[in-house]
């Protein structure tokens, strides 16, 4: 089960990375009242139940055990990308999700540890509301589904063959029985719910002076730039690259003022001032909040 605030966070997620391409979905919204009825239920059910259940679940649960049922989570849906790729007439991602599928589930014992990537096999990832849209399905009002959150009406047939179709759904309904399947549903929940928290699109939301209509815009931006191809992040630097940038920026010797105060130099004032710098570890520091957060020294960062 994929819940309302789950789909926020990868409409959040990848609305900043996309927001300077062009083809954005208009937001068609003619049952906004609706709408806005069903998005006030989900966020009281969010304030009561699963927020709740999320601070205890990240509270018990270590980080490199979150990423781990990241990784399986996002493993068990490789099947289904692999066949939506197919449908959509991409061969190349469908064998890329089917790559990601068998290294993942092999070397990476069942997504615990993502390999392939490593091994150059990025995620592709395709829904089969993705798949109604590319086969010329046309774009369909805004809808907030109880539970599942953002959505269209295209989007949530989508969603409604995903529950009986996708394989990994198929598998664990005939060989778990209902109080682990449950479990697994719960774990989904929470998964998402952390992920949620850890973004910062919670803060983002809270701060909007109208959280409904931001996060209607962000899906929207989202889905048109998943429909085409335009994956989450793909615009930023991975977090290796940011602190490989960052290390080289914190090491330049130029930043860096001498120990010895004899070795300081006086600046010119009749030289010609050099430009102010603007590459890549610039915008990298210039977007790194005040309280830096390296990843060999979080605590509980994910």
């Not at 990025?122 to 399905?137: K, R, S």
Request: aromatic share 6%; proline share 8%; charged share 25%.
């Amino acid at each position: 089960m994929r819940l309302s605030l789950l789909l926020l966070l990868a409409a959040m997620l990848g609305g900043c990375a996309t927001s300077g391409s062009g083809g954005a979905m208009a937001e068609n919204d003619p049952y906004e009242g609706f709408n806005r009825g069903v998005w006030e239920f989900n966020q009281a059910i969010d304030t009561v139940a699963i927020k709740p259940a999320t601070t205890v679940y990240r509270t018990v649960t270590p980080v490199p055990a979150r990423r781990g049922i990241r990784g399986i989570l996002a493993n068990l849906s490789e099947p289904f990308n692999f066949i939506n790729n197919l449908l959509q007439g991409k061969p190349d991602r469908a064998f890329n999700s089917l790559g990601r599928f068998l290294v993942n589930s092999t070397i990476g014992v069942g997504g615990l540890a993502d390999h392939a990537t490593d091994l150059g096999l990025p995620p592709t990832d395709e829904d089969f509301g993705q798949t109604l849209a590319v086969a010329g399905a046309k774009e369909s009002p805004y809808l907030v589904l109880p539970l599942l959150g953002p959505s269209t009406v295209r989007d949530a047939v989508g969603t409604a063959v995903e529950f009986v179709a996708d394989p990994a759904r198929i598998v664990i309904n005939e060989e778990l029985t209902a109080t682990q399947e449950y479990a697994v549903t719960g774990t989904r929940v929470l998964n998402g719910r952390s992920q949620l928290i850890e973004s910062g699109a919670e803060e983002l939301l809270d701060s909007s002076a109208d959280p409904y209509a931001a996060a209607r815009s962000a899906y929207f931006q989202r889905r048109s730039a998943a429909i085409r191809d335009e994956e989450a992040g793909a615009a930023t630097l991975t977090p290796e690259e940011e602190n490989q940038l960052l290390d080289e920026a914190l090491e330049d010797p130029i930043a860096i003022e001498p120990a010895d105060p004899e070795d300081r130099l006086e600046p010119d004032p009749t030289a010609p001032q050099e430009p102010s710098p603007s590459g890549p570890e610039t915008a990298l520091l210039d977007r790194l909040p005040d309280n830096v957060l390296r990843d060999d020294a979080v605590s509980g960062g994910e």
